[in-house]
């Protein structure tokens, strides 16, 4: 379990799991996400959100990890763009410690 900063005083945080970190990369949540200036901002929150709401009209959407995600991270009371860019941080640095397994084909 991870924690990650949802405000810049430090006052509130938001956990997050090694499956909310799995599920970020099977579903490619943060692919195309931000725009080139790199700046993480509230927009970018609410296209994280939509972007979420239409994977779960999907087939592939309906997927408890995913749902899990929705509750616990993505739209906890305290998310805002200083949550997401930590969230971003965090991934990153857990996605380059835990490479994604090679598929064999």
């Not at 599920?23 to 200036?37: A, P």
């Not at 296209?47 to 899990?68: A, F, H, M, V």
Request: net charge neutral; proline share 3%.
């Amino acid at each position: 379990m991870y924690t990650i900063q949802a405000n810049e005083s430090g006052t509130r945080s938001i956990n997050v799991s090694r499956e909310n970190l799995a599920t970020i990369r099977r579903f490619s949540l943060f692919q195309l996400l931000i725009d080139s200036s790199g700046i993480v901002t509230e927009q970018a929150l609410d296209k994280l959100k939509l972007n979420i709401r239409s994977l779960l009209t999907t087939p592939q959407g309906s997927d408890k990890s995913l749902l899990d995600l929705c509750i616990d991270v993505i739209y906890h009371r305290d998310m805002k763009a200083f949550g997401l860019r930590n969230l971003i941080a965090l991934y990153e640095k857990w996605n380059s410690e835990n490479p994604e397994p090679a598929t064999a084909e």
